[in-house]
């Protein structure tokens, strides 16, 4: 792949925006102070719209599920989460970065997912099933996972917190893609989607915007994570694959599951339950993810899709 066909990935509207509000969080971090507030709402409309593609009732079929969900579960959780949490615990003793890795590595996997399966000519039926899998589980997973490695927190708050972020827009979705404006506006729902994500990455960056500049250990020990459990576990995946000559769309899947977690809405809880310091785990990781993304559609030759 060329420079040109590099810039023009990189210039893809729906990137861009990307790029565009995490560069903001850096100059216009002052603002961020008022934008955290409306961070919940946002996630609640990005996740609304992007689950509103998925119909339930559909996934719960039990032929359809144990596979997808079991591959979702040793990728997303286990190996991907717990390398979250291990590193998360051998780099630094700060219990507020600690608390934002455990909340990253019970995330759900990223809702992008089933749209990067598909340009990367993955499974799309594995990736959707897998995901939406994710978000139900992670709503048990999360707050278990932050009682048992002992962190001190407000149970209600972390509660109505994955309420409001997971399982609130599940239940819109599948009501919301039943009506008549959804058919309507459907065409608009990757901008608004990726418009979403990018004032939440800006917010994220801006409240951190201290640590990030001053590449402290703050800073720098959630980039050596993100960096090793996305780019470094990515590649792990992919050439264990390749060696055991496991077809391409079971590769991608694993890839994706293995390295692709919903970051933006790790940071959000981490935000409102523990403070801006816990959500750096996912606030960095956002970009490390969307570079890596970069490299798979360098890699694979695809174009690229709305993140979310």
């Given at each position: 792949m060329n420079l040109k066909t590099l810039a023009k990935l990189l210039l893809n509207q729906h990137n861009f925006i990307l790029i565009v509000g995490v560069g903001a969080g850096f100059f216009f971090y002052p603002v961020s102070q008022y934008s955290q507030h409306f961070i919940v709402l946002l996630l609640i409309v990005a996740m609304t719209l992007s689950m509103s593609r998925v119909d339930i009732k559909q996934v719960f079929s039990p032929s359809q599920i144990i596979r997808p969900t079991l591959i979702m579960l040793v990728f997303n959780f286990i190996?991907?989460?717990?390398?979250?949490?291990?590193?998360?615990?051998?780099?630094?003793?700060?219990?507020?970065?600690?608390?934002?890795?455990?909340?990253?590595?019970?995330?759900?996997?990223?809702?992008?997912i089933p749209a990067f399966a598909y340009n990367?000519?993955?499974?799309?039926?594995?990736?959707?099933?897998?995901?939406t899998m994710g978000y139900l589980a992670s709503m048990a997973i999360m707050p278990l996972a932050v009682g048992i490695?002992?962190?001190?927190?407000?149970?209600?708050?972390?509660?109505?917190?994955?309420?409001?972020?997971?399982?609130?827009?599940?239940?819109?979705?599948?009501?919301?893609?039943?009506?008549?404006?959804?058919?309507?506006?459907?065409?608009?729902?990757?901008?608004?989607?990726?418009?979403?994500?990018?004032?939440?990455?800006?917010?994220?960056?801006g409240l951190n915007h201290a640590s990030v500049i001053s590449a402290d250990q703050d800073m720098i020990v959630p980039l050596i994570v993100a960096i090793v459990t996305i780019f470094g576990l990515g590649e792990l995946i992919y050439l264990v694959c390749k060696r055991k000559g496991i077809p391409h769309s079971e590769t991608v899947n694993y890839m994706l599951f293995g390295t692709m977690k919903k970051w933006a809405g790790a940071s959000a809880v981490a935000l409102v339950v523990f403070g801006a310091k816990a959500s750096l785990p996912g606030a960095i990781a956002i970009s490390v993810g969307f570079l890596y993304y970069c490299w798979l559609v360098i890699r694979w030759g695809n174009k690229a899709v709305p993140s979310g």
């Open positions: 190996l991907l989460g717990g390398a979250n949490v291990l590193l998360g615990y051998l780099l630094t003793q700060d219990t507020l970065l600690r608390a934002g890795f455990i909340l990253l590595a019970s995330a759900p996997p990223s809702l992008a990367l000519k993955g499974n799309i039926n594995t990736s959707l099933v897998g995901t490695f002992g962190h001190e927190y407000d149970i209600s708050k972390l509660l109505i917190t994955i309420f409001q972020i997971i399982f609130l827009p599940l239940l819109l979705s599948q009501v919301y893609r039943t009506t008549k404006i959804a058919r309507q506006t459907e065409k608009y729902h990757g901008h608004i989607i990726n418009w979403c994500i990018a004032v939440v990455a800006f917010t994220l960056v």
